[in-house]
């Protein structure tokens, strides 16, 4: 099995910075792309930003120049630095992590809980 585990969603004024990280345990023997999605009510699940294994990134043109993702392959870790936060961004933010399992070595794609970020104004 493979666990996704965010942390450092919050309440934060417009204008303010958060960070958000999501650890991957479990059976891992490589993880290959992860990333940070958006959902807002009434809205659709949305790409914020990916990340490869070659450290490769990718933004949604919304976020681009404010949101930064990198990843600690040590410590099997994705973030998301969150810059000049807008109210449009307030959403729950999901990790997702394409992770090759040790025990089948086959990949699949797994979820976090998500977290929720509420940007005020």
């Known amino acids: 099995q493979v666990q996704l585990v965010e942390s450092g969603g919050g309440l934060v004024q417009a204008g303010g910075s958060l960070r958000l990280s999501c650890a991957v345990s479990g059976s891992i023997l490589s993880i290959k792309a992860m990333g940070w999605y958006r959902q807002a009510p009434g809205k659709q699940r949305e790409l914020v930003a990916e990340?490869?294994?070659?450290?490769?990134?990718n933004y949604a043109d919304s976020v681009k120049g404010r949101f930064t993702i990198s990843r600690d392959n040590a410590k099997n870790t994705v973030y998301l630095q969150m810059n000049s936060l807008k109210r449009e961004d307030t959403a729950v933010y999901y990790c997702n992590a394409a992770v090759i399992q040790r025990t089948t070595w086959s990949w699949g794609d797994y979820w976090g809980q998500g977290t929720q970020v509420t940007v005020s104004s």
């Open positions: 990340i490869t294994s070659r450290d490769r990134t």
